[in-house]
């Protein structure tokens, strides 16, 4: 039996709620391990000062005096977010993915332009080549980015339509009708 294994016995051994053949591989491991031994003699110890213990009388109103100190502390509120918080998040968050977004096929765009500037042979039909080939790399993902653009623009409007009607039509009825629960 290894020391781990008895220290985790020894409480039921001194209780004598373990198996006989646990209770016998328990005490063969106390007779040859100092430490473990010690420990026994720790919890005997313990074991013998808590059965020497006196009951605590309670004061007849314990119970209500413990209550109203518990209703005399603050209530505790959980962590909101405001609501400005989280538009201002969800904002920016979706104007960061945008600009991402258009970084991409920008660089995308600007890889082909750069091929097609030097493929060009005479300089005026290089310009002109490379801005079509620009305008050819960024046309897939320009029905994509427009239909992202004013998917966020009209979340954003939305939001901020509906955090205005809040603010001004249903708060305050809120607020007031808080209050007049309060009064009663």
């Not at 305008?135 to 623009?153: D, G, N, Q, R």
Request: aromatic share 10%.
């Amino acid at each position: 039996m290894r020391c781990s294994s008895c220290s985790n016995d020894l409480d039921r051994y001194l209780e004598g709620t373990l198996s006989s053949a646990r209770m016998r591989a328990t005490a063969e491991h106390l007779r040859t391990c100092d430490d473990c031994r010690a420990t026994l003699d720790e919890l005997k110890v313990i074991d013998a000062l808590l059965a020497t213990t006196a009951p605590v009388e309670l004061a007849p109103n314990f119970t209500y005096a413990v209550m109203a100190e518990v209703r005399a502390f603050p209530q505790p509120r959980a962590f909101r977010l405001s609501h400005w918080a989280l538009l201002s998040f969800y904002t920016i968050g979706a104007w960061v993915a945008l600009i991402a977004f258009w970084i991409f096929a920008r660089a995308s765009a600007t890889a082909t332009l750069t091929s097609a500037s030097s493929n060009a042979v005479v300089a005026t039909s290089s310009t002109f080549a490379a801005l079509a080939a620009g305008m050819h790399a960024l046309a897939p993902y320009a029905p994509f980015a427009l239909i992202a653009v004013l998917l966020v623009v009209a979340i954003d409007a939305a939001f901020f339509g509906a955090l205005f009607f809040y603010q001004r039509r249903i708060r305050p009825q809120v607020l007031a009708t808080i209050a007049i629960r309060e009064e009663r």
